[in-house]
């Protein structure tokens, strides 16, 4: 069997259960015939625990059987599956990459968005970072020259269709775009990574890859209207975003984040539909920014 439909398949078992809750392996087995899964083969028990081992390796997903369910399978810890986690993207991933794959015949009508150069680094930076060396790298930020930088690769993240590395360059942690790359080496010196370090935690007060902690924490509180709310409600823009409040004008959202440019910049691409009430600090910044904005287009 090729690689691609076991995948194929894995992708399947979890996303049934996921989307039915509770099956047994009869059941299991009429959906698999009616999706066409091993052409109209059926599935067998011994191939069912195999998947059911493969998506544990692969996702973490844990399928368990309750007995005093008629022995119906279900997934244990679907919380594995939420939010921004490793588990969930490599699912979603394989989810579209299975469904496309069987779209050729169409592909002139499926439109994807364009993806900067630098996943090519993708393997050698994850495996520095899980023999714990150090790199060199070939940097060139924009309007400047080619440099070389040698950094304790922490974490990666992917933001707006751009890869990040998150490092340790001796005195502080930044960030570098990996399209931005030229060239990576690993080194012989090795690190050891802080025992209480947390990529999670450590950007879970920022909205993006920008990471200024002199910016402090705030309680912001912005002002949705039109059909923003529903953006907001099925896209949060971070973490601590919470609805407090409701009209049939508008709809207020608080964050408890560091408002660093990343953030403010998409408030600001929501246009009008978007206001900044509270702190009117950050408000008066806002209001900054429109205007030197709007001043760019007065007298055509």
């Not at 990574?193 to 879970?204: Q, W």
């Not at 207020?252 to 660093?260: A, K, L, V």
Request: hydrophobic share 35%; proline share 4%; with cysteine.
């Amino acid at each position: 069997m090729k690689p691609s439909l076991i995948f194929t398949q894995y992708v399947w078992l979890v996303n049934t259960l996921r989307r039915y809750g509770r099956l047994t392996i009869e059941e299991l087995n009429e959906k698999w015939k009616d999706d066409d899964m091993a052409d109209g083969n059926p599935l067998s028990r011994s191939t069912f625990n195999r998947h059911r081992e493969a998506v544990l390796y692969m996702f973490g997903v844990i399928i368990e059987c309750d007995a005093q369910d008629g022995y119906r399978y279900y997934i244990d810890n679907p919380e594995v599956l939420e939010d921004d986690t490793l588990e969930r993207w490599m699912l979603n991933s394989l989810t579209v990459g299975s469904v496309l794959a069987d779209s050729q015949s169409i592909h002139n009508r499926i439109l994807l968005e364009n993806v900067p150069a630098g996943e090519e680094y993708l393997q050698t930076l994850i495996k520095a970072i899980k023999i714990g060396h150090k790199v060199e790298i070939r940097y060139a930020r924009f309007g400047h020259s080619e440099y070389n930088i040698y950094v304790e690769p922490y974490a990666l993240k992917l933001w707006h269709q751009r890869w990040y590395l998150l490092s340790f360059n001796g005195k502080y942690l930044t960030t570098y775009s990996l399209d931005r790359m030229r060239s990576i080496k690993i080194l012989d010196q090795t690190f050891k990574l802080p025992d209480n370090f947390s990529a999670e935690v450590y950007f879970k007060e920022f909205y993006g890859v920008l990471t200024d902690v002199d910016v402090p924490l705030q309680h912001i509180r912005v002002r949705a209207y039109g059909y923003t709310p529903d953006y907001m409600r099925t896209l949060p823009y971070h973490s601590s975003q919470k609805e407090v409040g409701t009209t049939d004008s508008y709809t207020d959202f608080t964050f408890d984040i560091r408002p660093t440019y990343d953030f403010l910049n998409e408030l600001a691409s929501a246009g009008p539909g978007l206001e900044i009430m509270e702190p009117v600090e950050l408000r008066r910044q806002m209001k900054e920014w429109l205007t030197t904005t709007l001043n760019r287009y007065i007298g055509d």
